[in-house]
Structures are given as structure tokens and as C-alpha cells.
């Protein structure tokens, strides 16, 4: 079946490490998204890529990194930079433009960041 | 970046009962988009929403599309366990270009149902 894979699934870090979130999907969707969400504030949109070797930067990009070297993975890098890392991040994909209808994003299930 | 105005944030209801969220927004939306999220998932698509006006059911779950653009609703009707969660609406907008496919989500609603 398709869908996304998001691993791990809980991944602990410690003061000034860099940390890799990975996110894989199975679907061909041309547009992958990843998402940060912490308790009370919804989802709040970190980078984006329409294409393969593309993307752009979401409302919170400051202190993550990325890549899409391949359209079916989308890996997030959370550097040292990023002063609040812990929080609950959320990888999604959907088909590129031309695609109707529009079935919204396809999510994975998470990974839940610790800084310790 | 901007946000949806959910509400309301929490409901604590019983079993039976029924439900009713709204989103608004200051900028036209093309789609909307209902999510349910379950503890420690990603969120899974309810129902979408694409001309104003609509209405659509999924089951117990009704939601709209309102007539301005700018706002939807949902309704759950005789809740049951099960239906716990953080329910989020998400808003596209006309936009083209970069922007395509972009979304924009609520706060977020957090139901709580007691047996």
C-alpha cells in the first residue's frame, strides 16, 4: 500500500547535535511538506518542495535544513541553531499542480523530538 | 505566517452529544480541508471542500464551505468515544505558483468525549 514513512519514530538529541528526521513516500506525489506542531499551536510550516531539487522555505525555517534529491524522500535536518527543537514534526505529501481534485496533503505519522 | 481562527480550542462533551467547530479566516480559501489527528499520529483527511456553498457529509461529520470563502464549519452528530481527537481545518489558497497546494491550518480543536 502506498503512503509516508516517517522515521524514527522517537529520536532524542542532545545540546548541539545535528539531528536527520527522515521521510520517505511511495505515492509519486510531486509536493512534499514538513510541518512542526507543539501543543496549542497548531501546525506551523517549516520547508517545502514542489519538485525535485527544489524547495522553499516555510514560516519557521530558521535553525532546519533540507534536501530533495529524490522525489520520493524529503529528509529534515534540525541543526544546533534551532534554539527549541523538541516538538512533534510531521512530514506530508500531495500531487503536484494539474492534479484534480485536490485531496489535501497525505500526512505521516510523526516523530517526536527530545532534547536532552 | 498566517493562521486560521479556530474554535473553540477544547470541548468536553458526553457521549451522544453533538459537536460543532468553525474556522474563519481574513483571506479567500478555494479549499477547504477537514483533518482529524489521534495521539501520537499524523492527521487523516475528513472531508474536503471545494466550492462555496457546499456541503458535505461523511458519516456522522457534516461540513462547509462558506458562502464568503473565508470560513467552514464541522459538525459531529452523536458522538462517540472513539471520535477523541484534535480536529484541525486547513485552508488552501488561489494562489498559484510556489504557493500551489499550500495550506494553512487552524489552532486546532481538542475534543474530549465522555462515555
Known amino acids: 500500500d502506498g503512503g509516508i514513512t516517517q522515521s524514527p519514530k522517537y529520536l532524542f538529541r542532545k545540546e548541539g547535535q545535528n539531528v536527520t528526521l527522515s521521510c520517505e513516500q511511495n505515492l509519486n506525489h510531486d509536493a512534499m511538506y514538513w510541518y512542526r506542531q507543539d501543543p496549542g499551536q497548531g501546525l506551523r510550516l517549516i520547508y517545502y518542495s514542489q519538485i525535485v531539487n527544489d524547495f522553499q522555505k516555510g514560516d519557521i525555517a530558521e535553525g532546519y535544513s533540507v534536501s530533495r534529491e529524490k522525489k520520493e524522500s524529503f ?38 523530538l527530545t532534547v536532552v | 505566517g498566517q493562521q486560521l481562527n479556530q474554535s473553540p480550542q477544547s470541548m468536553f462533551i458526553q457521549e451522544g452529544e453533538d459537536v460543532s467547530m468553525n474556522c474563519t479566516s481574513s483571506s479567500i480559501f478555494n479549499t477547504w480541508l477537514w483533518y482529524k489527528q489521534d495521539p501520537g499520529e499524523g492527521p487523516v483527511l475528513l472531508i474536503a ?47 498559484g505558483g510556489t504557493s500551489y497546494g499550500k495550506l494553512t491550518f487552524g489552532q486546532g480543536t481538542i475534543l474530549t468525549v465522555h462515555p
Open chain 1, 75 to 112: 529528509p529534515l535536518t534540525v541543526t544546533s541553531a534551532q534554539k527549541n527543537p523538541t516538538a512533534f514534526y510531521l512530514c506530508a505529501s500531495r500531487p503536484g499542480q494539474g492534479h484534480q481534485p485536490n485531496y489535501g496533503y497525505t500526512f505521516g505519522s510523526g516523530t517526536r
Open chain 2, 49 to 95: 471542500l471545494y466550492k462555496a456553498g457546499e456541503l458535505t457529509s461523511n458519516g456522522r461529520l457534516t461540513a462547509q464551505f462558506g458562502i464568503t470563502r473565508k470560513d467552514s464549519f464541522l459538525n459531529i452528530s452523536a458522538s462517540i468515544p472513539s471520535d477523541v481527537g484534535i480536529y484541525f481545518c486547513a485552508g488552501q489558497l488561489v494562489a
